[in-house]
């Protein structure tokens, strides 16, 4: 296969989407949708990946608490 560049790659799938059948439109579109979710990560700034890299290792190293507890130690946090 001779390598295309990006534009014309998007030009292709484009003319391919157009005449698929639904089963292949559903396939792709459930393919976008699987990359994006798993990319939410790559988008966020760089602080927050690090804060939330160590929130994961602190719980789980078992340094967490239930969100009842939560709700107990600080109830102003959960009125309206």
């Known amino acids: 296969m001779i390598a295309i ?6 030009k292709e ?6 005449v698929a059948d639904e089963h292949i ?6 393919i976008l949708e699987a990359d994006a ?3 939410w ?3 966020m700034p760089e ?8 929130s994961i290792k602190q719980a789980d ?4 608490i239930s969100h009842d507890e939560v709700k107990r130690i600080h109830p102003q946090w959960f009125t309206k």
């Open 5 to 10: 560049d990006i534009k014309e790659k998007r």
């Open 61 to 64: 190293n078992g340094q967490k």
């Open 47 to 54: 602080n927050i990946k690090i804060d939330l890299k160590e």
């Open 37 to 39: 979710i798993d990319n």
């Open 13 to 18: 799938i484009k003319k391919y989407i157009e």
């Open 25 to 30: 439109v559903k396939v792709v579109y459930a």
């Open 41 to 43: 990560l790559d988008n």
